[in-house]
DNA sequence: CGCAACTTTGACTTTACTCAAGACGAGTGG
DNA sequence: CCACTCGTCTTGAGTAAAGTCAAAGTTGCG
């Protein structure tokens, strides 16, 4: 059930048998979710983390003209809200992208956590730090890279990412979400993030269609995207 | 010496007198620099973390067409990099923007403090994930707001966040800093952002000069900067 | 004083946005 | 089985925002 987060986790940090049974037992309910569920509102207040299990999810912030930037997609493996544990109300929504399955993880497993397990509260803690380092990188391509090189690298980010879960190759993965959703992550409008698919297509470089990413240049897609995952910490250092 | 530091704390979460010592204690070198002094390369092993004392400091991040995205600014009282502590090696450089003073705090102190104060732990926590709704808003600003939308968001953010730590009032602070290192937060053209500045003092909103911002119609810059403090978590709720 | 870095402004270019219309595709009901 | 619908995708034409290039003005500092 937790597979995906034990091996995000694993592939990171050496996490005992002690700890694996806390992570365990902290898991609470396990709930279903359509797509474009919003699960957390701006300012509740929260008692629980999220772990995505199933599907994709997306936090975001909505703008006064109807304008939306999704700040974070979170992929099977990955807490959609570890940082509410300490933030308790959130500045942003958190919505799922697809149908999704997760789990609840009340606050209060947590903070025993932080009392009886030093260690891997400091995984965890490296958890929201990794999270930290996505939105730096969004913050990169959002100031300073083109429409194309937004597109590339965002396929090759989530390419990335899913390969940790063992949900994608080096030529394809499934994205099952719309040009709309993607132009939200990326500061454009979907019109434009469709002209940007089409060169990249037309480039045969990567396709994106029907909820797939058909990868034809992997290095041509990370070459335009200036895609280097070390901000993704696939090799970390013990703490 | 770290009384900017504690004021941030103490803005948010009740600490006790044996966290203020274990913080007191945590305390190694103190170091000046100049302004413009790189701190830390992408990449290099930090076994310590920078508290800022006193002075600016930029995160950022550079492409390689000689771009360069900065993804948050430092003022004093917050750790620049504390989120080294568990990733050890960071995705960017750390720069001054200004001459500096600064507290180091080793990594080993961190650890003994997740190992004996949990409390004091998720307060620390906190404030990695304060630094990562900041990053949020950042890409809020760089994905969907207008050129003067974002240089009247960062100056009512910046002045927000250094009234915290006792360092502006609602009508001016100092900010020595050049048009060029604002366009590289906001992911414009200095020469954009010395025409969208001039339309913010044109409009009677605020000006930016040598160093300094005056503000002549706070309201106005929130407004225009669509800046909600929310973000800033000003009221936590306890951990 | 004189240099260097930064600021300011103008003229022009590029990138991305807006608006609009037609095509496509999955799911629905007759 | 087919027409219909809704949301999404695609493309074209025109517009707006921000970038580029260049030159002059300003400021701080040695």
Same mark, same amino acid.
């Given at each position: 059930?937790?597979?995906?987060?034990? =091996?995000?986790? %694993?592939?990171?940090?050496?996490?005992?048998?002690?700890?694996? *049974?806390?992570?365990?037992?902290?898991?609470?309910?396990?709930? #279903?979710?359509?797509?474009?569920?919003?699960?957390?509102?701006?300012?509740?207040?929260? /008692?629980?983390? &999220?772990?995505?299990? %199933?599907?994709?999810? /997306?936090?975001?912030?909505?703008?006064? $003209?109807?304008?939306?930037?999704? &700040?974070?997609?979170?992929?099977?493996?990955?807490?959609? #809200?570890?940082?509410?544990? &300490?933030? %308790?109300?959130?500045?942003? /929504?958190? =919505?799922?992208?697809?149908?999704?399955?997760?789990?609840?993880?009340?606050? *209060? %497993?947590?903070?025993?956590?932080?009392?009886?397990?030093?260690?891997? &509260?400091?995984?965890?803690?490296?958890?929201?730090?990794?999270?930290?380092?996505?939105?730096? $990188?969004?913050?990169?391509?959002?100031?300073?890279?083109?429409?194309?090189?937004?597109?590339?690298?965002?396929? *090759?980010?989530?390419?990335?990412?899913?390969?940790?879960?063992? =949900?994608?190759?080096?030529?394809?993965?499934?994205?099952?979400?719309?040009?709309?959703?993607?132009?939200?992550?990326?500061?454009?409008?979907?019109?434009?993030?469709?002209?940007?698919?089409?060169?990249?297509?037309? #480039?045969?470089?990567?396709?994106?269609?029907?909820?797939?990413?058909?990868?034809?240049?992997?290095?041509?897609?990370?070459?335009?995207?200036?895609?280097?995952?070390?901000?993704?910490?696939?090799?970390?250092?013990?703490?």
């Amino acid at each position: 059930m937790i597979e995906a987060h034990l =091996m995000r986790l %694993k592939a990171r940090h050496a996490i005992g048998a002690d700890e694996v *049974a806390a992570i365990r037992a902290s898991i609470g309910e396990i709930r #279903d979710y359509p797509a474009r569920r919003i699960l957390v509102e701006p300012g509740e207040e929260l /008692s629980f983390s &999220t772990l995505v299990l %199933k599907g994709l999810i /997306s936090r975001y912030k909505d703008l006064s $003209e109807g304008q939306r930037q999704v &700040t974070q997609v979170h992929v099977p493996g990955d807490f959609a #809200d570890l940082h509410s544990f &300490t933030l %308790k109300r959130l500045d942003h /929504s958190i =919505m799922t992208l697809t149908p999704c399955k997760v789990a609840l993880v009340p606050h *209060a %497993k947590l903070t025993e956590i932080t009392e009886r397990f030093p260690h891997l &509260t400091r995984v965890y803690w490296f958890s929201t730090n990794l999270d930290a380092a996505i939105h730096r $990188e969004w913050e990169v391509s959002l100031g300073r890279r083109t429409a194309i090189s937004r597109c590339a690298h965002i396929l *090759a980010e989530l390419r990335f990412r899913l390969e940790i879960v063992g =949900m994608a190759d080096k030529r394809s993965y499934d994205l099952p979400i719309s040009q709309i959703d993607l132009s939200e992550c990326l500061g454009l409008t979907a019109v434009h993030v469709n002209r940007s698919l089409r060169k990249l297509r037309e #480039d045969g470089i990567a396709t994106f269609r029907t909820g797939r990413v058909e990868i034809q240049d992997l290095a041509a897609l990370e070459e335009v995207g200036e895609f280097d995952p070390a901000y993704l910490y696939p090799t970390a250092v013990p703490i």
